[in-house]
T-cell receptor, first 115, second 112 residues
Framework: KAGVTQTPRYLIKTRGQQVTLSCSPI?????VSWYQQTPGQGLQFLFE???????NKGNFPGRFSGRQFSNSRSEMNVSTLELGDSALYLC??????????????FGPGTRLLVL | DQQVKQNSPSLSVQEGRISILNCDYT??????FLWYKKYPAEGPTFLIS?????DKNEDGRFTVFLNKSAKHLSLHIVPSQPGDSAVYFC???????????FGEGTQLTVNP
């Protein structure tokens, strides 16, 4: 079974631009979560989508948004990029049923550099 | 407020010996705990997990121990191998939630 895939793997943008990152979960998984990893803040939760609805949200500004499609693929958008948005963006997927303890499986990440 | 803490930024052990990585948490609502292994510029790879109804879970060379009263968990790797060298993150989750709270990570180096 294929794992979580993320595209693109690397991206360079300039301040003020916007960016869209994509994530395809493991087949059958309906929940997708996004995380940001930076040297200063570590791994921080951005938001989670399940059945095309945002189900949980971390403490990030409104410039960070996302959506999920009917096939469970998810996109994350960052508008008006700032230098501090340079990070590794990770997505993770689970079944999302919350009936059992579910493990989140991560993709390889998208490395974003803002100049 | 750091709810999950890994107090050792780095750990160095000899090949064949035991590696013990520690993690402390403060949120009493956490009831599912996971360990991930991570290489630079890659996503975390799931290693092993434990729910709060257990105090030990074992999978091959990896064992996780949970002490709920002390709000402490540890990962034991026996025997350690050079390929185990990576950053190890502990993470915690509330059953009702869907967000993982991560520790800062511990860089494990296993020397041949």
């Amino acid at each position: 079974k294929a794992g979580v895939t993320q595209t693109p793997r690397y991206l360079i943008k300039t301040r003020g631009q916007q960016v869209t990152l994509s994530c395809s979960p493991i087949s059958g998984h309906r929940s997708v979560s996004w995380y940001q990893q930076t040297p200063g803040q570590g791994l921080q939760f951005l938001f989670e989508y399940f059945s095309e609805t945002q189900r949980n949200k971390g403490n990030f500004p409104g410039r960070f948004s996302g959506r999920q499609f009917s096939n469970s693929r998810s996109e994350m958008n960052v508008s008006t990029l700032e230098l501090g948005d340079s990070a590794l963006y990770l997505c993770a997927s689970t079944l999302g049923t919350k009936l059992l303890y579910e493990t989140q499986y991560f993709g390889p990440g998208t490395r974003l550099l803002v100049l | 407020d750091q709810q999950v803490k890994q107090n050792s930024p780095s750990l160095s052990v000899q090949e064949g010996r035991i590696s013990i990585l520690n993690c402390d948490y403060t949120n009493s609502m956490f009831d599912y705990f996971l360990w991930y292994k991570k290489y630079p510029a890659e996503g975390p790879t799931f290693l092993i997990s434990i729910s709060s109804i257990k105090d030990k879970n074992e999978d091959g060379r990896f064992t996780v121990f949970l002490n709920k009263s002390a709000k402490h968990l540890s990962l034991h790797i026996v025997p350690s191998q050079p390929g185990d060298s990576a950053v190890y993150f502990c993470a915690a989750e509330e059953t009702s939630g869907s967000r993982l709270t991560f520790g800062e990570g511990t860089q494990l180096t296993v020397n041949p």
